[in-house]
Each structure stands twice: as C-alpha cells, then as structure tokens.
C-alpha cells in the first residue's frame, strides 16, 4: 500500500509584480487504488498542486510536506520523484525533437527501474498497450510529441503510464483537447493501469466528462489555492448541475 500525503502545502511563484502565493495550505491524502478528482475554476492552484508535487522549478515550496511512503519528496529532485514512482501526465506535453517514442519509453523504463527491460517482453508490452490505446505501430518511430495532434499527445501520456507503472499518477487535465473516442480510449488506459498496479490517481479536470468513463472514489473542489469542499461522486455531479459560483461568491 502507497500512501501520498500532502500536508499543509504552500506554493508562490515569482511574477512581474513580485512573489504570488498559489496554494495556501493544501491537505490530501491518496492511496494505492483511489481516484481522487481536483476540480475548480481557472487560476485556482490545480495546475500548481501537480506541478509542485513533480518537481518543476517555477514554483517554490513555502512551508509544507509532500511525503510519500513516509519521505518527504520535496527533499528529492526531480528523476528521483519518479524512481520513488511519482508520474506526472501533463496539460501541455512538450515537444522532443530527435528522440523517437520507442527509444524514449525504454530510456525512462531502464532509468526507473535501474535496469534495461527484456527486449522480447518490452516489445510485447509495448505493442499491446499501444494497441490498446489504438495508436498506429508507426507512432513508435516519430519524434516525441513532435507534430502530434492533442488527443496523440495525451495518448503517449497514458502509453507512458502504463508502461513504467507508477505508485501515483497525477493527471492534470487529461481530457482537455480530446474528442469522445479519445476521451474514451484515454480514459479505459487510466483504468487498465488502477488495476494491474493499483496506481493511485490525482485526477485534475474542469469538467464531469471525464469522470463518467473514470469513477473517482473523492472529489475535491479547488477555490483560491485550497481545497473549498470534499466529497464523493456526488459532488462532482452537483458542480455540473451548478457550477462554482457559489464558491466564488462566499470567497467574495
């Protein structure tokens, strides 16, 4: 059992007028085989939540602990959080130019696991799971995110998911830019790796959508750098119906 724990987590980031805070004291906890939802409106910290749990250098940790399994990951640098089995599936994947998809999968697996996979099961693994995302075998051969539309994007970031199979898996918003066939394709992808690893999942999303092919387990609703309100699947369908104005007008 993995345990994620996020404890009174503060976050500022530099700006043009000087340091901003974006999150103000955020507490979660994910474990083996939960779905957690983040949802809220624009500007509200999801994005920064995920990135400060990977490690990106733009933001500065203030004061609190991400531990994982009892160690804190903010002591580590970025490589190191994903061999401690933090993925990071990322809103705007970056281009690789000169790095094939196959030669970049095997590289993070061998650097995960501190040892390169079988060739002959590798190439199993890989050609199934890439079959299952319907993705062309051609795909391998292309330049990491390099001309690829959003739904192929997202599509290697699930592939990458289910390949180097990680403890937690922060999703941040997956299904923007995605049609429903890919939404769907996506989505049964973040379902097949829960059950073979029973992954953890950090699942940041603006809408419902995505949660009627993804069941979370706790939704959590994002206001001004903290989380205003938790619940279950409920909670996600009532933001549907009503949206967050009403957090926005208590805020006020």
Same mark, same amino acid.
């Given at each position: 059992m993995t345990t994620l724990e996020i404890k009174d987590l503060h976050v500022s980031v530099d700006t043009e007028h000087g340091e901003k805070e974006i999150l103000k004291g955020v507490n979660l906890t994910i474990r083996s085989g939960e779905t957690h939802a =983040? +949802?809220?409106?624009?500007? &509200?910290?999801? &994005? !920064? %939540? $995920?990135? &400060? =749990? $990977?490690?990106? *250098?733009?933001?500065t940790i203030t004061s609190g602990e991400v531990l994982l399994d009892g160690e804190n990951?903010? @002591? +580590?640098? /970025? @490589?190191e959080r994903a061999r401690a089995g933090i993925f990071l599936a990322m809103q705007y994947p970056v281009e690789v130019p000169g790095v094939t998809v196959s030669n970049f999968l095997r590289t993070a697996k061998t650097a995960i696991d501190g040892e390169a996979p079988k060739l002959r099961t590798w190439v199993k693994d890989v050609k199934s799971a890439m079959e299952n995302l319907r993705m062309d075998p051609a795909f391998a051969e292309r330049n990491v995110n390099e001309g690829f539309s959003g739904g192929e994007k997202k599509r290697h970031e699930i592939l990458q998911m289910e390949l180097l199979q990680p403890k937690i898996a922060v999703l941040d918003e997956t299904d923007s830019g995605l049609d429903v066939d890919a939404l769907r394709i996506v989505s049964e992808g973040v379902n097949r790796a829960k059950e073979t690893s029973e992954v953890g999942v950090l %699942?940041? !999303?603006?809408? !419902?959508?995505? %949660?009627?092919?993804?069941? *979370? @387990?706790? /939704?959590? /609703?994002? /206001? @001004?750098?903290?989380v205003a309100e938790e619940g279950g699947p409920e909670l996600a369908e009532r933001l549907e119906a009503e949206g967050y104005d009403r957090y926005l007008t208590a805020k006020a």
């Open positions: =983040i +949802m809220g409106p624009n500007g &509200s910290g999801k &994005s !920064t %939540l $995920a990135y &400060s =749990i $990977a490690g990106h *250098p733009k933001y990951v903010l @002591d +580590m640098e /970025v @490589d %699942l940041i !999303t603006h809408y !419902t959508r995505i %949660l009627n092919y993804i069941k *979370p @387990d706790f /939704v959590h /609703v994002f /206001v @001004d750098g903290k």
